[in-house]
């Protein structure tokens, strides 16, 4: 199992910090360094700063989202950071929800996202593969563009620039089951949320059809300290504003997974503290069972525990949400 150091996006400004984490990351032989994006910083922009400053360590966004960009435009960034690189370009992509995709990118969430998902990472293979000029006939990306406002005069195009990899990896952030199946068919990994390794069982059926070299890569919290309980702490405060607020009071899919794992109740209380303003309440209604069982937090002897319990599964990279160097280095001693 190889470990990745998991940055996510940034809050009011750029973390000064991390640049100095993914030098470190590399120094101690993590595989990976990832980037994220919401509604402020971009994924892309961060990992190529890093990349600058770093020579051996894989460049992973987890994740882009789609809803941002063409699919052309996506693998015209990945493309060109996979050449700055030198070949150290991971792809990961993922759909975000309505409120985000209609509420700030200003696009309609797709009526049927399986579809959009697979029509996106075609258009980013036949890029990258650049075998041919581009082309679609999709529901939701067609190339060229067709549509009653269409001039007509649209050209089927290949990339000028040759991608130094045509097979680049490209990933998925998927929740439900039919979307983690179809990513296991299309994709060369998955980027799981709330991974819980004493629950990998419900993914075997959606990962049955992945190919020899699948990735499993979740994140996860992870912080080396007495108190396990002010360790989760973080941990609750996210699961409170991605389940509570990260969506609508209708159609949240961060809850929907809780709920799948087993806290539908706990699931609908944390929304509705949220929903009502009493957004520390809903930290506070995070089970800490929940927290515990997608980190790993403690003392070094319980964290090493835990870790086992990991490896057992078929997660390939540990992605470690850590601003914490001490813990990358014990992470790095018990994992590497």
Not at 51 to 72: E, F, K, N
Not at 120 to 149: F, I, K, S
């Amino acid at each position: 199992m190889r470990l990745g150091l998991a940055l996510g996006y940034w809050g009011r400004g750029p973390d000064p910090g991390h640049l100095a984490l993914a030098r470190e990351a590399e120094r101690l032989g993590y595989d990976s360094v990832w980037t994220a994006e919401s509604w402020g910083s971009d994924a892309f922009t961060p990992l190529t700063w890093i990349a600058a400053h770093t020579s051996t360590i894989r460049l992973g966004t987890a994740v882009a989202q789609m809803a941002a960009r063409s699919p052309t435009t996506t693998a015209m960034h990945a493309l060109t950071l996979d050449h700055l690189s030198g070949g150290r370009m991971l792809l990961g992509l993922g759909l975000s929800g309505p409120q985000v995709v209609e509420g700030w990118y200003g696009r309609p969430f797709p009526k049927s996202p399986l579809t959009a998902t697979r029509e996106y990472v075609d258009v980013v293979r036949q890029v990258l593969r650049r075998a041919a000029p581009v082309t679609l006939d999709g529901r939701y990306h067609a190339l060229p563009y067709r549509n009653d406002d269409a001039s007509g005069l649209g050209k089927a195009l290949k990339p000028i620039t040759h991608p130094l990899r045509s097979e680049l990896p490209v990933l998925l952030g998927a929740e439900g089951p039919k979307n983690i199946a179809q990513t296991a068919r299309i994709a060369d990994g998955w980027l799981p949320l709330y991974w819980s390794p004493r629950r990998s069982g419900m993914y075997a059926k959606a990962l049955a059809e992945a190919p020899e070299g699948f990735l499993v890569a979740p994140m996860a919290r992870v912080k080396v300290c007495a108190d396990v309980a002010e360790g989760l702490w973080p941990v609750k405060a996210m699961l409170g504003f991605y389940i509570g607020g990260m969506g609508h009071a209708r159609r949240n899919f961060h809850a929907d997974l809780m709920a799948r794992m087993g806290y539908e109740e706990e699931a609908g209380r944390v929304r509705e503290l949220f929903l009502a303003g009493r957004r520390e309440d809903a930290v506070r209604a995070v089970p800490d069972a929940f927290a515990d069982e997608i980190s790993l937090v403690g003392p070094r002897e319980r964290v090493a525990e835990r870790l086992a319990e990991w490896r057992a599964g078929p997660v390939t990279d540990l992605l470690a949400v850590s601003p914490d160097p001490h813990s990358l280095r014990v992470l790095a001693e018990l994992a590497l």
